[in-house]
């Protein structure tokens, strides 16, 4: 059962221009998402997250909307940059008792120059 | 301030055997966490411990195990290893809990099983 889905395996994106990550999710309990970049033979690094509360985040190239009636959430990088080439992964969590992170599958960016 | 460090970083083994991965937080960082990865699958948490404690348990079968010491490092162990455990497992700290607090990624353990 995946409640975290994310269905764009790849993404490719010229430099310069907007890259669109997508994710869904099924648990109307997740209050807290995440985005995460992972680099090969590297552990994911966190990226932005965004409270239930809100339905916008910033933090300068990198901006995280979440629509909570549709159970939506997306990346928006710009502009792209070569070394945004990464795999994404959109994570949730909930409240206590579901504290745990819920991975989505990942998206694998990449850049063209 | 050193990340979060795994050892071995790559390891095989065959059907049958058991393996132990080990992982040191942060300094400062008391919640340890697990996940496996696996292709088409994502990150998958395992369980999450803090004091020495399990705090937190994903659903995988109890061959599935792991334990943290007083300075915050945590092993897992799994026995009686399957083909289809070969993954990579990845270690996380926080501060004080997955909660409210950021995980910190190692790079993980890519395991092996033939």
């Known amino acids: 059962d995946q409640q975290v889905k994310q269905n764009s395996p790849s993404l490719s994106v010229q430099e310069g221009r907007i890259s669109i990550l997508n994710c869904d999710y099924t648990n109307s309990m997740f209050d807290y998402f995440l985005w995460y970049k992972k680099y090969p033979a590297e552990g994911p690094t966190f990226l932005i997250s965004?409270?239930?509360?809100?339905d916008k985040n910033e933090d300068g190239r990198f901006t995280v909307f979440l629509n909570k009636s549709a159970k939506h959430l997306s990346l928006h990088i710009v502009p792209s940059q070569p070394g945004d080439s990464a795999v994404y992964f959109c994570?949730?969590?909930?409240?206590?008792?579901?504290?745990?992170?819920?991975f989505g599958t990942g998206t694998r960016l990449t850049i063209i120059p | 301030k050193a990340g979060v460090t795994q050892t071995p970083r790559y390891l095989i083994k065959t059907r049958g055997q058991q393996v132990t991965l080990s992982c040191s937080p942060i300094?400062?960082?008391?919640?340890v966490s697990w996940y496996q990865q696996t292709p088409g699958q994502g990150l998958q948490f395992l369980f999450e411990?803090?004091?020495?404690?399990?705090?937190n348990k994903g659903n995988f079968p109890g061959r599935f195990s792991g334990r943290q010491f007083s300075n915050s490092r945590s092993e897992m162990n799994v026995s009686t290893l399957e083909l289809g455990d070969s993954a990579l497992y990845l270690c996380a700290s926080s501060l004080a809990t997955m909660r409210t607090d950021t995980q910190y990624f190692g790079p993980g353990t890519r395991l092996t099983v033939l």
């Open positions: 994570a949730a969590r909930g409240d206590f008792g579901n504290e745990k992170l819920t």
């Open positions: 300094s400062g960082h008391r919640s």
């Open positions: 411990y803090f004091s020495e404690t399990q705090r």
């Open positions: 965004i409270s239930s509360i809100k």
